[in-house]
C-alpha cells in the first residue's frame, strides 16, 4: 500500500486567512515540509488549524494546489486537508472499527502488534490513543497534514520513534504539514521553517536564533 | 346509549378527597398540597372550558371552525415542544421544526384516517376529528420533543466525537449518525412500549372511556387499535421529520458542526 500511493505535489496555502484574533494570515507550505508552529497558550494556534481545516467559520481562502477550499464540499476538503487534534477522540468499542486500512508495517513502526486492532478503546492508555490516532489519519491517505502536538503524551524515546515515521510518510508522500509544537530540540529536527503567533500575526523564527 | 350521568355534586365528592390528600401531604410536611391544588383546580377550569367549545363546534359542525381549532391545538403543542428542549435551536427553529414536522405528520394521518379508514358524514365531523386530532397530537408532540431534546443534548454533550468524525473526512450524516440514531429511538419507544403493554399490563384510556359510554368492548377495541396504529404513525413520521431537519440545521453549508445555533440552558 505504501508503496503504491502516488505522491502529492500540491502545495498548502493560506490566503489572508482571519479567524478569531488572528488576522491577515499568508503561508505557504510546499510539498514535503514542515512548518512548525509555536505560540504562548490561547493565542490561537489550535483555531487556526481548525479554520485550515474548514471545521470554524473564517475569512480568507486556503488553497491546496490549485484547488481552493470554499470550491469543494466540507467533507472532501477534510479529507485531504486532515487535521489531527491533540486529543483524539473514538466513536466505536474496538479499535478496529476506527480503521478501513491499517498496514502491519505501520502498526510495527509505532510500536504496535496486529493484536492492537482487536482492543478496546476504553483500555487504551493517552499515548496509545494518540499514536492510533495519528495511524488512523495516515492510513486515510490525505494530501496534507495539520498536526495538533501529536506527540504531547509521549515518553522521550516513542516520540523520536513517532517523529522518525511521521517524518519518513510526510517526505515519501510529499505532504505539505502545519505542525504544532513547542519543544524546540523537535523542532529543530522536524521543521523546515519555525513560525510564532504574536499579536495576532505568525512572526518568523530563523533557525538557530534561539541557541 | 346508556350513561349514567354526572352531576357536579357528585365530582364536588370527589374534588373533596382530592383536598383531603392535599391536606394529609401539609399535615406530614411533604410540601406538595400547594402544588396537587393547583393543578387539581387547573384540570377543572381548562377541561370545563375545552367542554364549552367542543360543545359549540359540535352544534355549529362547521369546517372552518373545526380548522381553527386543530391550528389552535398545533401552535400550543409546538411551543410546548420547543419549551421541553434543554439546549434549543435558536432563531425560532425549535418551534418550527417541532411544528412543522407535528402538522405534516398528525395533520396528514388524522384526515387520512377521516376520509379513507372511518368515513363520517361529513368528514370533518368534529365528534371524530377533534378527539382524532387531540390524541393524536399528544402523543406526537411527546416523540417530537423526547427526539429533539435528546439529539439536541447528545450533540452538545459530544460536540469532540462528532468534530473528529469530521476532520477526518466524514460526511456530517456519517458523523451524526449514531447520535440521530439514539434520537429516533427516545422519541419512538414510549409509543412502541404501549403498543407492547396494551391491554395486558394496562387498559388504554380511549378504550376505558368508550365502554364507560356503553360501546361493546369489541367495538371499542377495534377503535383502540385503529388509534394506537395512527398514533405511532404520527408519531413516527413526525419524529422522522423532525431528527432529519434538526441534525442537518446542526451543521451549515460547509458541514460544520454550529453548536453556537443552540441556546444556552438557563440552569
Not at chain 1, 481562502?61 to 464540499?73: H, K, N
Not at chain 1, 486500512?101 to 499515548?127: H, I, K, N, T
Not at chain 1, 509544537?181 to 523546515?192: F, G, L, Y
Not at chain 2, 374534588?15 to 400547594?34: D, E, F, H, K
Request: with cysteine.
Amino acid at each position: 500500500m505504501s508503496v503504491t500511493a502516488p505522491s502529492a505535489t500540491d502545495s498548502l496555502r493560506l490566503d489572508g486567512l482571519g479567524i478569531g484574533d488572528l488576522a491577515e494570515i499568508n503561508l505557504e507550505v510546499d510539498p514535503g515540509e514542515v512548518h512548525c508552529l509555536s505560540g504562548p497558550s490561547g493565542s490561537g494556534k489550535s483555531r487556526l488549524l481548525r479554520a485550515v481545516a474548514d471545521l470554524e467559520p473564517h475569512g480568507g481562502e486556503v488553497w491546496l494546489g490549485s484547488q481552493a477550499q470554499s470550491s469543494l464540499p466540507g467533507h472532501e476538503w477534510r479529507a485531504r486537508v486532515m487535521l489531527v487534534p491533540a486529543e483524539s477522540h473514538w466513536w466505536a468499542d474496538s479499535v478496529a472499527e476506527h480503521f478501513s486500512d491499517a498496514a502491519p508495517a505501520d502498526l510495527e513502526a509505532l510500536g504496535f502488534g496486529l493484536e492492537v486492532l482487536g482492543w478496546q478503546v476504553s483500555r487504551l492508555s493517552s499515548g496509545e490513543k494518540q499514536r492510533l490516532a495519528l495511524l488512523r489519519a495516515v492510513s486515510r491517505e490525505p494530501a496534507a497534514l495539520l498536526l495538533d502536538e501529536p506527540t504531547a503524551n509521549l515518553d522521550d524515546a516513542t516520540t523520536r520513534r513517532v517523529e522518525a515515521w511521521l517524518v519518513a510518510r510526510i517526505r515519501e508522500r510529499g505532504w505539505p504539514v502545519i505542525w504544532v509544537a513547542h519543544d524546540r530540540s523537535q523542532i529543530e529536527r522536524v521543521a523546515r521553517r519555525h513560525l510564532w503567533i504574536h499579536a495576532g500575526r505568525l512572526v518568523e523564527e530563523e533557525q538557530g536564533a534561539w541557541t | 346509549m346508556d350513561v349514567i350521568a354526572l352531576s357536579w355534586w357528585q365530582l364536588a365528592l370527589a374534588a373533596l378527597m382530592v383536598v383531603a390528600l392535599a391536606g394529609c401531604t401539609a399535615a406530614a410536611r411533604l410540601g406538595m398540597s400547594r402544588s396537587l391544588l393547583i393543578a387539581a383546580a387547573r384540570t377543572v377550569i381548562q377541561l370545563a372550558l375545552v367542554g364549552l367549545v367542543l360543545e359549540a363546534l359540535f352544534a355549529t359542525e362547521r369546517l372552518h371552525w373545526v380548522v381553527l381549532m386543530a391550528l389552535a391545538m398545533l401552535l400550543i403543542a409546538g411551543r410546548e415542544v420547543m419549551a421541553r428542549q434543554k439546549r434549543r435551536l435558536l432563531g425560532g427553529w425549535a418551534f418550527g421544526i417541532g411544528t412543522l414536522a407535528m402538522f405534516l405528520s398528525s395533520f396528514t394521518v388524522t384526515v387520512l384516517t377521516l376520509t379513507v379508514i372511518i368515513g363520517p358524514e361529513p368528514w370533518y365531523h368534529p365528534q371524530y376529528a377533534i378527539p382524532l386530532l387531540g390524541m393524536m397530537l399528544g402523543n406526537t408532540m411527546t416523540g417530537v420533543a423526547l427526539a429533539l431534546d435528546r439529539l439536541t443534548d447528545t450533540a452538545w454533550r459530544q460536540r469532540a466525537v462528532i468534530e473528529n468524525r469530521l476532520m477526518l473526512g466524514q460526511r456530517w450524516q456519517e458523523a451524526v449518525g449514531d447520535i440521530r440514531r439514539e434520537a429516533m429511538r427516545s422519541g419512538l419507544m414510549p409509543m412502541i412500549n404501549a403498543m407492547a403493554a396494551a391491554g395486558v399490563v394496562s387498559l388504554p384510556g380511549m378504550m376505558t372511556g368508550q365502554i364507560l359510554a356503553g360501546s361493546p368492548p369489541a367495538l371499542a377495541v377495534k377503535y383502540q387499535i385503529l388509534v394506537m396504529f395512527t398514533i405511532t404513525l404520527g408519531t413516527g413520521f413526525g419524529t422522522l421529520a423532525a431528527v432529519a431537519a434538526g441534525s442537518r440545521r446542526l451543521f451549515d453549508g460547509r458541514e460544520r458542526l454550529r453548536l453556537d445555533r443552540l441556546s444556552i440552558p438557563r440552569s
